[in-house]
């Protein structure tokens, strides 16, 4: 069964290891002291991430007036980077749920990154509501507990709330599946290490595994029905942050289309992030016997199949405006690519639906420059994607005389940096206290011991 | 469950070790033809096959999964209900006081997050996989690349010579019996 993709694309993790090797390889790279350009990486990006406590400090003490919002254009910046940085989750656990249940074996090279990159991910998403609601004191009020307003209950109508439940929701799987995926691992770090503070730590949290088939039985149940119940939530995630547009009625906001279009975006993008730290991990850290060309390859055409389905939902929903016979829902689309900010509208038609194409050519997509050039201009261009949906409906609205501009202050686009100094910082750390490839899973898929593969 | 077993006083356990991921399952394959009691098989990961050698049954975890997470979602659509309906009912743009659809979001998610939560604590709680827990390791290395087949000599017709002689046609690499359960 398993030798029949193996004999057409190759073995899955090169230089034929053995499990012992695999523990050796992932294992050694975190007990050597960090490299050089892993200390410069975290210089730069801890000053990425000081420089958004300052302005998120900032803005807070300040009020939200320190952002280019005004009365018309009421969400753009904030929102938008929430959007982006929820997409950029949903790879995560596609790679780590969906493709475990579609039994996708290359998928144990690259899970724990992912899913690393999907927690990172969430938390810097969830920042920007809190920022966003100017007192996030009372941020405790989204939650529906007995107080001494009433009780007054929160309302469960309002799509806000139940972005609320589906966030807070989606960052608690991610982190359990995480955490449930790293404890085998965990401890094969404990019984490797002989002391330090490290075998402490992996001691605490191996909870005392000790390998008895038994437990990797139920193990295996456990991980079966975390995929199957993390797959629709995580269409649930961005369907609900879908709804908090589609169901205002907001011309360009207000349409069906917007939860597919949405979760086929959000896996795109997250697929493209996942690319561009995974070329980064494989060369800095010596990992090409496990990130092989076959996993980008896996990766790119995972891209052109994901970035076909936003093509089809940019086409979708201008023909539905056209077809729609409203002059509001016609003006907003024409508005986006002919009106003042249709720039924004052709970066990023033609970073998400003509870059991606070049990955037809298998040439381009064993080449991991190209693979990473095109990596980045997806995740400019569906940055830009959220900035459209968002800005451009809403910037010239129903009444002409609301119509206005918008541009971000320098304090929204030293947020924008800080949440990548954020999500950079705690990536970086995680490369060098956690394995960066799911020890156990892979020695799974080795051909090692298995006398079908010899 | 396994680990009650190998509490017993005066039980003697036989431990054969492994390399490869092949033997230990044809080894424990033809342990478990010949009728002989397996307490417990250790192996660096989930070796898929060795549940049917072993003849483990089916793990009742995801009848814990679907019974939480069906009264999560029935508490939520009650709390949700009972909240914008009962409690304290506020006209929200004219919409019925029990709007159930608008209701479907929020039950997904809590759905979800209780049969997630009740599923790995239940797994967690039933496996005695506790923070600060102290491993037993059946034989150092099964966190890395050794395979430890545990047999439980159960009986006073347990031959061990015969045993041993089964387990080196597996290509075993190492054999030793064990009285001191506590070592396990």
Known sequence: MASAPA????????????????????????????????????????????????????????????????????????????????????????????????????????????????????????????????????????????????????????????????????????????????????????????????????????????????????????????????????????????????????????????????????????????????????????????????????????????????????????????????????????????????????????????????????????????????????????????FVIIVTSLHRDYLPSNWTGYAPTSIEIATLVGSFGLFLTLFLLFCRFVPVIAIAEVKGVLSHGRKSHE | MAESRMSNANQRFLLGVFEREEDILAATNEARRRGLDIADVYTPYAVHGLDAAMGLRPSRLPWVCFALGLAGASFKVWFEFWTSAADWPINVGGKPWNSLPAFVPVTFEVMVLFAALSTVAAFLVGRGLLPGRRAKLAYPGVTDNQFALVIEETNATFDFDEVSAMLETFGVTHIEERVDQESL
């Open chain 1, 7 to 386: 004999a057409i694309s190759g073995p899955l993790i090169l230089g034929d290891k053995s499990p012992g090797q695999v523990t050796d390889d992932v294992c050694s790279a975190l007990e050597r002291g960090p490299a050089r350009s892993w200390w410069i990486a975290i210089a730069i990006s801890s000053s990425m991430l000081l420089l958004g406590l300052i302005t998120v400090a900032y803005q807070v003490l300040t009020g939200i007036g320190t952002w280019g919002l005004n009365n018309t254009v009421g969400w753009a910046f904030d929102i938008t980077n929430f959007v982006f940085w929820i997409g950029i989750g949903h790879a995560g656990t596609l790679i780590s749920a969906v493709l475990f249940l579609f039994r996708q074996k290359w998928r144990t090279s690259v899970n724990r990154a992912a899913e690393a990159m999907t927690i990172f991910a969430v938390i810097c998403a969830g920042i920007f509501p809190l920022i966003h609601m100017g007192r996030p004191w009372l941020a405790h009020w989204m939650a529906p507990y007995p107080n001494t307003r009433g009780p007054l209950w929160i309302n469960f109508r309002s799509p806000l709330v139940w972005d609320f439940f589906a966030i807070s929701t989606y960052f608690t799987i991610s982190l359990m599946f995480w955490y449930v995926g790293l404890i085998p691992d965990m401890a094969t770090m404990r019984d490797r290490l002989t002391g330090g503070w490290r075998k402490k730590a992996a001691n605490f949290l191996s909870l005392g595994w000790n390998g008895s088939f038994r437990t990797w039985f139920h193990y295996e149940t456990v991980y079966l029905l975390l995929a199957g119940l993390a797959t629709p939530l995580v269409v649930s995630v961005h369907t609900i942050v879908s709804w908090d547009f589609a169901t205002s009625v907001i011309p360009g906001w207000h349409t069906t289309i917007l939860p597919p279009y949405f979760v086929a975006g959000a896996i795109f993008s997250g697929m493209s992030m996942v690319l561009t730290l995974m070329l980064i991990a494989r060369k800095t850290m010596g990992l090409e016997d496990y990130l092989t060309k076959r996993h980008v390859g896996a990766m790119c055409k995972l891209l052109i199949a994901t970035g076909g389905m936003v093509a089809i939902a940019y086409a979708t929903e201008f023909v539905a405006a056209m077809y729609s016979n409203n002059d509001y829902e016609q003006f907003a689309f024409i508005n986006r690519a002919k009106g003042p900010l249709c720039w924004s509208y052709w970066i990023m038609v033609s970073c998400n639906v003509l870059t991606p194409q070049i990955l037809w050519f298998k040439w381009a997509r064993s080449n991991m420059v190209v693979v990473f050039v095109v990596s980045i201009l997806i995740n400019i261009g569906m940055w830009f994607e959220r």
